[in-house]
């Protein structure tokens, strides 16, 4: 007896059509699962793609390590930050900028694209004055003015000196880069000592939490506040548990902050960088680490800090972003 549930309801309109593309189902599912049983193959070439107006080095980088906090001068190869293609138009024309961690990698291709779109720029480092003194010819070599202040950004009053020392010397404070941070891989989480996890969280949690109050405090209406969150605070990274937390905490603080400050007229997002080649690197891993730094990004490489440098200019500027708050903006290069 037929079940006629199982019957259809009538019969196919072109039954020949219809067997034809199952006996083509039935052929590519045969091909698929010959080529497997005969095994990859030859692998494709790992390459890194050439996307940008120049050309950027590829991973391997030269195996390397720096005991902390890293010296930009001493890094090989030495990082891509002036972004001599880009032709400045006055997107910032007349402001002046903070940048903390400005010394070096992202910081510093910050500082001088503020100063080609016309910003004066102030840059907080700890104490790496010989990188510190080559941002500031660059961003001089942009006309603007430069001000460099050392010291711990883990220090309440060390922050609202830094804004006051700016504000002062310029006139005013119109963005506010939270960019300094600090990091130090650790595979053994059971063995993660609290000393190291309390500095990753004063460094980057605390100090740009001190940063930001001391610059909320005077910076005016269509001011911003852009800050380094990273692409480990979006997905985590087992062997970075305290600054996976610490990034992660710093995404949240942007968008409380920046409902927090909306109201008057103040916005607040941040930057999510994948990986970045700064001094940050050989002072966190070892030698072999760094070597390999990047290379299993979508691109084959980290980045150069110029490519980062155009989404803290476009959150920083309102000409580009005055409808743009509360937003953490990836730049991982595909991952």
């Known amino acids: 007896m037929t079940d006629d549930r199982s019957a259809p309801d009538g019969p196919a309109a072109n039954p020949e059509e219809a067997a034809e593309a199952a006996a083509r189902h039935r052929d590519l599912q045969h091909e698929t699962r010959a080529r497997e049983a005969a ?38 190869p030495q990082p891509m930050c002036d972004a001599p293609y880009w032709r400045g138009s006055g997107k910032l024309e007349g402001m002046s900028a903070l940048v903390t961690g400005g010394d070096s990698g992202i910081g510093r291709a910050v500082a001088v694209l503020f100063a080609r779109e016309g910003a004066d720029v102030a840059v907080a480092y700890l104490d790496e004055h010989e990188d510190a003194e080559e941002t ?18 883990g220090d309440a009053e060390h922050c609202e000196a830094a804004v006051s020392r700016t504000a002062k010397a310029f006139g005013g404070l119109d963005v506010l880069v939270n960019n300094a941070a600090f990091q130090l891989h650790a595979k053994d989480f059971e063995a993660l ?37 990273s692409v480990a605070g979006l ?30 007229g103040i916005r ?19 030698a072999e680490g760094v070597k390999h730094f990047g290379e299993n990004s979508p691109m084959g490489r980290p980045a ?19 409808y743009v708050t509360g937003t953490i903006l990836p730049v991982t290069g595909g991952g």
């Open 136 to 153: 500031r010819r660059l961003v001089e070599a942009e006309n603007r003015r430069c001000l460099l202040i050392p010291g711990d950004i």
């Open 39 to 76: 095994g990859p193959g030859e692998p494709p070439l790992r390459h890194a793609p050439q996307t940008g107006a120049r050309d950027y080095p590829p991973a391997p980088q030269p195996a390397q390590h720096q005991e902390k906090p890293g010296r930009e001068a001493a890094l090989d």
């Open 193 to 229: 000592p609290p000393e190291q996890v309390e500095e990753t969280l004063r460094t980057n949690l605390m100090g740009l939490f001190h940063m930001s109050q001391a610059a909320a405090r005077r910076l005016p209406e269509g001011g911003a506040i852009v800050n380094s969150g």
């Open 304 to 322: 150069q800090p110029e490519e980062l440098a155009p989404a803290y200019l476009f959150l920083a500027s309102p000409q580009m972003s005055s």
């Open 235 to 264: 997905r985590g990274s087992g062997g970075a548990v305290d600054y996976s937390t610490s990034k992660g905490g710093i995404h949240a603080f942007t968008q409380s902050l920046a409902q927090t400050l909306l109201p008057r």
């Open 268 to 286: 607040v997002n941040a930057v999510a960088p994948g990986p970045v080649w700064t001094p940050l690197n050989p002072a966190d891993r070892g």
